[in-house]
């Protein structure tokens, strides 16, 4: 006997249904798992990571998922989200060794090495003789050295740190160590050759771009310094603090045109520049009498007529260089150091 169509395609569905219903929660997890798998290996991390997810909503302790998971994660320079993955193994399997490498050296690099002790313990106790342990044995030798101010033990423990980095050259931690040894021993050229090797490994882990300029500013290398900041201003786009310490950086140094051609370097191409004109450029020059008219019961010359004569040069200034009348928008703080006395000249 066949079956009306709109009988058969509930039956079909409830068929597909029992098919589907075959699959263990494990299958399927095994299925997105190695999804992601080739998804990495074709550069698509973000499916990746959407195909990782959905296995830990099947079966949230597949280890191999989460490992793969979290080292995404670390790639990404998404240290923080990466800890919490790693940390998570760690509570599922106490012997898992690269996850407790891995959340001991975040909290040592966070300067956390109470919290990091435990899992320190854990390596040593689990693969002592493994690169990976000797560099967290000798991180904690160096701290300590460091807090005890044994110049010595720090020595040995920077130099121990060079020689762990030729088999493990991409540790942050073990590069923190060799960085600050090299600073605090003043050897500088050997220091930026370390740092080149050391950026071009993690361009955008901020500390090692510090490590530059201190470096710098030890050596009171303005040059160093200036080159220093415009290459963290690139690595750091998204970083309105820097712009800003450069400019100081300008003003420090008196450097009035250096500021000038950092400004424009910042207009955005394309972006018309027409009636630009540096701050330093629009000053205006003047002298006034304070006369007995102008002086408050104290004898000194009111802090309002100060006020206004200070807006009437600013006012007088913008409409000379911008060539239309100006609007005040608002005075956000002012600040009286001295007096200012009768028969005073103000330039």
Excluded: W
């Excluded at 540096?278 to 006369?291: K, P, Y």
């Amino acid at each position: 006997m066949r079956l009306p169509p709109f009988r058969a395609a509930p039956m079909a569905c409830a068929l597909f249904l029992a098919l589907a219903a075959c699959d263990t929660a494990e299958e399927r997890a095994e299925g997105h798992f190695e999804s992601a798998l080739d998804l990495i290996e074709a550069g698509d991390v973000a499916r990746a990571k959407v195909e990782l997810r959905t296995v830990f909503s099947l079966v949230p302790d597949h280890k191999a998922a989460r490992e793969t998971f979290a080292k995404l994660l670390y790639d990404e320079g998404d240290f923080a989200a990466a800890f919490g993955q790693y940390n998570r193994l760690v509570e599922e399997d106490p012997d898992a060794l690269l996850a407790r490498y891995v959340v001991a050296e975040l909290l040592v690099l966070d300067n956390e090495f109470d919290a990091a002790q435990e899992h320190l313990d854990a390596v040593q106790r689990l693969a002592p003789s493994e690169a990976r342990a000797q560099i967290l044995a000798n991180v904690t030798a160096y701290r300590d050295a460091v807090l005890g101010e044994d110049i010595e033990a720090r020595r040995a423990a920077g130099a121990r740190a060079l020689e762990l980095a030729e088999n493990l050259p991409e540790s942050r931690v073990n590069n923190t160590v060799i960085a600050d040894a090299l600073i605090l021993d003043e050897r500088y050229d050997q220091l930026y050759d370390q740092l080149d090797r050391i950026i071009a490994l993690y361009p955008e882990e901020r500390r090692f771009h510090v490590f530059r300029l201190t470096a710098y500013g030890r050596q009171e290398d303005n040059a160093g310094i200036e080159r220093t900041m415009r290459d963290m201003i690139e690595a750091f786009p998204d970083d309105e603090t820097l712009p800003q310490s450069m400019m100081r950086f300008y003003s420090s140094q008196g450097d009035l045109d250096g500021a000038e051609e950092f400004l424009r370097s910042r207009i955005v191409p394309g972006q018309a520049d027409d009636g630009f004109v540096a701050m330093h450029r629009t000053s205006l020059r003047s002298a006034q009498m304070c006369h007995p008219q102008e002086r408050n019961t104290a004898g000194n010359v009111f802090g309002g007529v100060l006020l206004r004569r200070a807006l009437e040069h600013a006012f007088a200034t913008a409409f000379r260089f911008a060539g239309a009348e100006p609007l005040l928008a608002e005075i956000q703080r002012v600040d009286f150091l001295k007096p200012v006395h009768v028969g005073s000249l103000l330039a």
